[in-house]
């Protein structure tokens, strides 16, 4: 593997994590340089887990970890110019009274400006059709509103790896259409968590993890048609769907 290719991969060797006492993944190898890489799971299968790996929200207990060359065992701060990462919950990202506060914090902790940080802050917000939102209490705006301020903070600081965790669960469909664009215009590399399938059908790569082990891996048109029929069938099993009904009636004695 040559230097170059290390800078824009995401490598894990061996990698074991443990919370709180459960194993959560188990010796994972994986290189991930692909531009687009969709992560799907069931509840609990570990995909938040594995990106929080990648940033030093949480270390591994065992084996390696580089990030476009960088080890992300050094920590969170070490990671910032390097990682963007959109969290599941905006409320776990945004810190600040005001949108315009939330855009320009990281521009002013990357040593811009105030009034740089402001212009380009204000400049996307334009761009994107919410230039009103700028003064706007943060507290005040809807969940998908608020999902898209994480997401434009993120986009600001420029990253080289973008992680986003389920970020269309609160957006509705003209700004999904909108974002999911936006992302596939942008020449970074991006490791997407979604499920919501259809979001990921233009991806190059899709891992599909279970019980903190990959399942399947491979281009989405063979990974997601498999993954959904898995569901299927697990609802069946789950009796949450039509399929338990109609097992249901298959056991009942007759006459019943
Ligand atoms: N803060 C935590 N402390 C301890 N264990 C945790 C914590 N967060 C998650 N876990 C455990 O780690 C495992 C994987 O959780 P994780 O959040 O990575 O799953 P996920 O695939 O992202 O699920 P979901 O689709 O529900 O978001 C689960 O068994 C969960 O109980
Ligand atoms: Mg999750």
Redesign the pocket.
């Given at each position: 593997m040559s230097p170059a290719d290390a800078k824009a991969a995401v490598e894990f060797d061996q990698v074991s994590l443990t919370?709180?006492g459960?194993r959560?993944l188990t010796d994972l190898s994986l290189r991930l340089d692909e531009s687009r890489v969709g992560l799907i799971?069931?509840?609990?299968?570990?995909?938040?887990?594995?990106v929080?790996l990648l940033n030093g929200l949480l270390p591994a207990d065992s084996g390696q970890i580089r990030v476009h060359g960088r080890d992300p065992a050094k920590g969170p701060e070490q990671m910032s110019a390097t990682v963007g990462f959109i969290f599941?919950n905006p409320d776990h990202q945004l810190i600040f009274p005001t949108v315009i506060e939330e855009l320009t914090f990281g521009l002013r902790n990357q040593g811009l400006s105030a009034k740089e940080a402001t212009r380009q802050s204000s400049d996307l917000l334009h761009a994107q059709g919410h230039a009103d939102w700028a003064e706007r209490p943060v507290h005040s705006l809807s969940e998908g509103q608020k999902q898209l301020v994480c997401i434009f903070s993120v986009l600001l600081l420029n990253p080289d790896l973008l992680i986003l965790?389920?970020p269309f669960s609160a957006l509705d469909l003209p700004t999904r259409y909108r974002l999911l664009d936006l992302l596939h215009e942008l020449p970074q590399q991006i490791v997407m968590?979604s499920?919501e399938l259809d979001t990921l059908e233009r991806f190059d790569r899709i891992i599909w993890?279970e019980q903190?082990r990959v399942h399947q891996d491979g281009p989405p048109d063979q990974v997601l048609p498999a993954y959904q029929a898995d569901a299927r069938a697990r609802a069946a099993t789950l009796g949450l769907g039509r399929g338990r009904a109609e097992s249901d009636r298959r056991t009942e004695p007759a006459g019943s």
């Open positions: 919370r709180d459960v959560v799971g069931h509840n609990g299968s570990g995909k938040s887990s594995l929080r599941q965790d389920e968590i499920h993890l903190g």
